[in-house]
């Protein structure tokens, strides 16, 4: 697996990845919650073009690429081919994807039913989480795990937490990451690169396979430098 960064203790590199991490979750949980409007769409390519830094993996970097080179004239079009291909992959009558439940998925893979609903609801609960579900969604679908990763990553990068907070935060993440996420989001981001015609959803396939292994890597960096 190849990364923009090779793991290392150098504090640059943790500096600027606790910095971009929460950027990370919020672009995937945006393109993957969302319908790529032609507001999202000139959003993001805003951000990347002005903050080249931004992404931490090589599909994050080629996103970028692609969205440096969109002209302005080319917004509306782009935006409706990737509503297209966002219905096709997630919310037509017949989507490729038609569950992102970490149970459902892993089930689908393992040809084995899988429940982990229970549990993750009471790791909700113990971080003090609850979560506005719009279309009640299940506890383990997608987007609720990646949030919660977002939201423990903005209480980690809280420089006022004592040691011991941080330290807590942290094991939290990777217990998290290594017990859910880990099991199934990487292995879906590789089925819709291999099921995608989008170039941004390709890349969005690419960062889900490869940033939640980093993001993982870091963390475990980032205890033992403060233990």
């Not at 504090?11 to 995937?28: A, F, H, P, V």
């Not at 782009?78 to 989507?95: C, N």
């Not at 969604?137 to 990763?149: F, T, V």
Request: charge should be negative.
């Amino acid at each position: 697996m190849n990364m923009t960064m090779e793991l290392s203790k150098d504090s640059e590199e943790c500096t600027l990845w606790k910095k971009r991490r929460g950027w990370m979750y919020q672009l995937l949980i945006d393109f993957l919650g969302n319908s790529p409007s032609l507001s999202l769409i000139s959003q993001w390519r805003q951000h990347m073009v002005t903050r080249e830094d931004v992404l931490l993996t090589e599909g994050g970097q080629r996103l970028i690429h692609y969205f440096s080179n969109i002209h302005p004239s080319q917004l509306i079009e782009i935006s409706e081919v990737e509503k297209k291909e966002y219905r096709r992959l997630f919310e037509g009558t017949q989507p490729l994807f038609p569950s992102l439940c970490e149970s459902s998925y892993i089930s689908k893979v393992r040809e084995k039913q899988v429940d982990c609903t229970a549990d993750i609801r009471e790791v909700y609960v113990r971080s003090g989480i609850a979560f506005n579900k719009l279309s009640h969604e299940h506890d383990d679908y997608i987007l609720i795990e990646l949030e919660y990763m977002a939201i423990l990553a903005e209480r980690t990068s809280d420089h006022r937490r004592i040691r011991i907070a941080q330290l807590s935060l942290i094991d939290d993440q990777i217990k998290f990451l290594e017990d859910h996420v880990m099991n199934w989001v990487p292995i879906f981001g590789e089925d819709l690169m291999n099921e995608t015609h989008s170039p941004i959803y390709t890349e969005i396939g690419s960062i889900l396979r490869d940033f939640i292994t980093y993001d993982r890597r870091m963390l475990h960096t980032w205890r033992e430098n403060l233990s």
